[in-house]
């Protein structure tokens, strides 16, 4: 069973940073895709960002790119989403996301992943 716990959600000042941590179990990261989305209150999911197994290519929505960061620890079975430079346009709930079929970043993050976790919530404001 595929399970994704998400944290380090918090409250953050404008130009703060905050890294969000996401343990995968039921899956081996070395063989899924693995990405983060949000969704902001009172409007749709955005995929923020991901990684494709089938070549390790990263893949970043417009709004994230230069100020968030993708990376894996796959001996712990962990994603992570380092963010920088955060603006209250970054309120949202953060989720976790997992996927088998091997389609390319740019798929995923319109349509979205198979597997999901709980999210965790990031608010940024002074």
């Known amino acids: 069973q595929v399970q994704l716990e998400e944290s380090g959600g918090g409250l953050v000042q404008p130009g703060g940073s905050l890294r969000l941590t996401c343990a995968a179990s039921g899956v081996t990261l070395d063989y899924y895709d693995i990405g983060w989305f949000r969704q902001a209150p009172g409007k749709e999911r955005e995929g923020v960002s991901c990684i494709s197994r089938s070549d390790g290519s990263t893949y970043y929505a417009d709004s994230v790119k230069g100020r968030f960061t993708i990376f894996t620890d796959n001996a712990k079975n962990t994603v992570y989403l380092q963010m920088n430079s955060l603006k209250p346009e970054d309120t949202a709930v953060y989720y976790c996301?997992?996927?088998?079929?091997?389609?390319?970043?740019?798929?995923?993050?319109?349509?979205?992943?198979?597997?999901w976790g709980k999210g965790t919530l990031v608010t940024v404001s002074s």
């Open positions: 996301a997992t996927d088998l079929r091997g389609y390319s970043g740019n798929y995923y993050l319109y349509y979205g992943m198979n597997y």
